[in-house]
């Protein structure tokens, strides 16, 4: 009962507890202002220090055991990742202490087999096709050979070159002479700008022919 509060009787001036109502020494009944004994405020104290050195008691213990199961588990890793060569190689070593996938001799640097030449194929060959080049060209439309004609603004008219001999490599070039007056195009698209007169000109090869156009 050592934790129980006591008080003092004002009468006697004896302590008992602080759960009686009336002083068992003298009869007296406690007084609402009667003084606790001294030895009382000195337990509660002393409750409150035990109570506070068991937490912390508590508290060191339980840091030790997590810095005891980090250490333990920083061990475990270390020796999982200790040896790589063994994991990789399953541990088996030869007498002399050679792992026996090596392909070198003890005390030689040279491999005991060398290593297999692979021969590439040669790249193929490209062969660049003749260059063929044109001897003479005429313009032509719907098939025959054209060296004047006629057409209106906005027409449209497709010419073609006719080349000998007729596998040329090279692609012709067309020419107006006076562009306000038609236009043409690389495909031999021949198209009516303005009224006048000009000069057609395709080129293959270095060989031209001409053929004078009209708008009206």
């Known amino acids: 009962m050592g ?3 006591q008080v003092k009787c004002s009468r006697c001036d004896r302590q008992y507890s602080g ?24 337990s509660t104290w002393k409750l409150v220090i035990g109570i506070l050195l068991m937490v912390a008691l508590i508290a060191a ?29 399953g541990g088996v070593s030869s007498v002399d202490g050679t792992n026996p996938g090596d392909s070198t001799q003890p005390g030689t640097d040279e491999p005991t087999q ?3 030449v692979i021969d590439e194929p040669d790249p193929p060959i490209v062969i660049d096709p003749p260059t063929i080049n044109a001897e003479s060209i ?26 000998v001999p007729a596998e040329i490599t090279n692609t012709p070039v067309w020419e107006s002479s006076n562009t306000s007056v ?35």
């Open 61 to 89: 213990v339980v840091v030790l055991l997590v810095n005891a199961h980090n250490e333990k588990k920083a061990n475990t890793d270390g020796q999982d990742g200790a040896n790589p060569d063994t994991s990789q190689s």
């Open 3 to 5: 934790f129980l509060p």
């Open 138 to 163: 005429m313009i032509t439309y719907a098939g025959r050979e054209k060296t004047d004609f006629t057409m209106k603004v906005s027409e449209e008219v497709q010419l073609k070159v006719k080349t």
């Open 19 to 42: 759960l009686r109502a009336r002083c068992p020494y003298c009869g007296a009944r406690r007084s609402s202002k009667g003084k606790r004994a001294a030895d009382a405020d000195n």
């Open 182 to 216: 038609f236009q043409v195009l690389q495909s031999g698209l021949v198209i009516g700008v303005g009224k006048g007169t000009a000069t057609l000109t395709v080129t293959v090869d270095g060989v031209s022919a001409k053929c004078i156009v009209r708008v009206k």
């Open 114 to 116: 060398p290593d297999p």
